[in-house]
């Protein structure tokens, strides 16, 4: 019965006329009584707490008074004409300030009369007043009722232009609530319920809308909130085990000549215990006979290539062949030669293929790909194409993550009989209680430690108009032997002008820094791959001293004698592409520098990221800050689609609920994986409906 309650039309509301029915419809996607429910204010009111004028906050906010009106008069004239009302509250006075309804108020304010207010506090001129503030005769029996706190909802410009004010929502709320009395049944199973204490789910929405009090209202927050990111785990942790149990992998389970000879004899570098550990991680996966699916977090510069090689000796000493993905042409070529060098010592047969390679070469690949002749192929996504086919694909190694998307991922998978096993790197760290929600289905791994001797970065603002002396510092950086990077923005909206901007930097620094004496290369997005290559090759060979770019080296490139990072309108970057910037530097034994370049007008936002960049060196926090800024979503981007809506729930603020809920989800999981058990048969309802809908908030039992 009450189901079918739950999905009537609003229209069916008391006092709810079509034209205002339609508009809500329209602008707060609220169709039926369940929507309505399940619509949480934003914030409350607290009408509870009386100030007396003298005690009143020093700052803007929402306060309350009783006392009376002692004077109403008219100031100004034209469009500056306001009344103002001396407020009395027995000992003090305050001003009251109206710019508009003027003449009615001036009829209907009573004098000597008592009144409650209510609105926020100005500061203007020193002086302190509350413009148009809501007004209320004082009666006793209105107290009680006004005790309480009183529900804000999100609203829209449209919805108050046409009058549909918050009041009006919070009225239908309460007709639905108090005169319908509608029920809403109970989602989590009572041993949760017991466990955790938490509020049943039709006290939670009661007092989500109208709370009884503060204490009810921080339990019903609690609740709700625990219940969206309890399913949202359970999904997520139910796929992960899914693919455990029902996707095979390959069983990796020898470790032979290629990885103990690499590891004893070409190895010249001790490996961080971050990289101990994460590389134990890959080698359980591999051997666990369930398909690895796993995420390597790494800041750049913390090793994880090396990781990924390692891995791939692993896929090869069990006989399988391996590929690693790079996301632009040059990182392609970079691993290439990296890894060239490592598999001419070990004969293995390594090759590149990308965009630009010669078609009787690309033929000669696939030919031997397929024969099994190759044992590892790096390339951009050109990997993927339908021609490429392998003899054996055990492995394939996914680079800087972020620029693919999940079906370009999933066709690496069907390139082998059963899925190869999967590395995902990453240099955009995310905060570990997010990456557990947006990659829910994915195993991580961390490197938190950098090789030692890595210096950090120093990074200073400066302005245009400094650039004389930013030259100065460039040529004594040269003088000592050190190259420099210098990369301007290029974003898909302002290309021309941006590519113009860069031909301009270009042709500066040529006057400043002019030939023989010094080199310069130039890489940009127009240019042909091999010409790219070529610039590249000269700036590795030290040829050339000073690298111009566009963002086309953000990710990847390797080149340690290169010590100082100028970025030009850093203003127009954002953090985790900074951050990436500033990380082709600092990569050998040099002290290195990152210049952030900037016009003098900024943005807040700008501000606040380049500030970020000249106070900390670590990816994690920088991380932080870029979700504090611009907000989760943005970062997750279509990595959430499969994954329920949150509607109450913040990843960012509620990071210790989400943590809770998941070592929840985690218990029932171990105990019962499939929810079959009786205790747990409310939950399995409730969890087939979101699977089902993408959707925790239409469930209604
Ligand atoms: P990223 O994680 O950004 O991909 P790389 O794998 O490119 O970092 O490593 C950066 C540099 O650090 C490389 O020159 C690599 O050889 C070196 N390196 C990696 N691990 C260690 C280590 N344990 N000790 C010393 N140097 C290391
Ligand atoms: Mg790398």
Redesign the pocket.
Known sequence: MNSNLLNTPIDYLKGLGASRSELIKKELKIFDYKDLANFFPKRYLDKSKYYKIKDLPKFSCDVQIIGEISNITEIGIGRKKRLVAYFYDGEDEIELIWFKSIKWLKKSLNLNTKYIIFGKLSFFANKVSIPHPELELFKTENLKLRAKLQPIYPSTETLIKKGVSNKVISNLVKILLFDIKIKFKETLPDYLINELKLLDKNSAIYNVHFPENNELLSESIRRLKFEELLFLQLQLLKKNIYRKDKIKGYNFNIVGNNFNKFYDEVLS????NA?KKVLKEIRNDLGSKAQMNRLLQ?D???????IAFMTILIALDNGYQACLMAPTEILSVQHYEGFLLMSKLLNINTVLLTGSTKASIKKDIYKSLESGEIDIIIGTHSLIQDKVKFKNLGLAIVDEQHKFGVAQRSKLWAKSVIPPHILIMT?TPIPRTLAMSAYGDLDISLIDEL??GRREITTVHRYDKNRLSVFRFIKDQINEGRQVYVVYPLIEESKNMDFKDLMDGYESLSREFEQPKYQISIVHGKMKAQDKEFEMKRFENKETQILIATTVIEV?V?I?NASVMVIESSERFGLSQLHQLR?RVG?GIHKSYCILMSGNKLSNESRLRIKTMTETNNGFIIAEKDLEIRGPGDIMGTQQSGVITLKIADLMSDQEILTYARKCAKKILEEDKDLLDNKNKTLLNTYNHIAQNNDLWSYIG
Do not use: D, M, Y
């Open positions: 570098f001790e490996l961080t990289q790494g750049v510069g913390s090793g994880k290539t090396i240099a090789p030692p990847g390797n340690p990380g990569r």
